[in-house]
């Protein structure tokens, strides 16, 4: 599939707050510290393609390998590529450069969003049905995940990303519909000066 044919899709953005903050029914997941990528299978096959449109499909193979044998013919998920070290802590800098004196692992996919499937445009449709979706088709496979959920209590949520050692945590309202640009149906919190100095490389579009 040649770069010019790939699906064009405008992403949907958390906006950063400041503290973090309790909301009845919204749902807080962990903010991987990675690189956002869409996966998107299709009858070319599977392509990894960055946010700002960079067809990345060959730099990880074995990645695209496990997306394709995912059963939906066709698909668009939304998430971030990213490597995990032994206390299963995403590491964005490993990304470049995997540590020969450290356990860590290969380039997995946190997919977070699902917005097509099958020639279904789930766009409009609320994140928890996205979501539920997502879960079936993802379930249990070694190379690919859907994004960890924290706590429903969105202060404990924070207590317990902090604890884990993420970056922060992405709270999400599980109503929202799936909408291009920045919105505030998501909401980031990330810990202030986390890991400064560890990265030695910034791909443009990270999330």
Known sequence: ?????????DLMHPTQIAKPFHRA?????????GWRMLAIKGKHGVRLVSRNGR???RRFPA???ALSG??????????????YDRGFISRFEWLRRRPTDEPATLPVYMAFDLLELDGRDLRGEPL???R???ERWVRSHGMIFAARRLSRDGL????????????GLVAKNPESRYVPGRTLAWLKVKQPHYREGERGWEPKGRS
């Not at 404990?156 to 970056?167: L, N, P, Q, S, T």
């Open 1 to 9: 599939m040649a770069p010019s044919s790939l699906p064009t899709v």
């Open 70 to 83: 995912l059963k939906p013919r066709a698909f668009i998920l939304d998430g971030e590529v990213a490597v």
């Open 55 to 57: 067809d990345h499909t």
């Open 132 to 134: 539920r979706l997502l």
């Open 63 to 65: 990645l695209v390998t």
């Open 128 to 130: 928890k049905v996205r």
């Open 25 to 33: 029914g919204w749902v807080y997941e962990e903010k991987v510290d």
């Open 156 to 167: 404990k949520a924070w207590e317990e990303a902090v604890a884990r050692g993420f970056e």
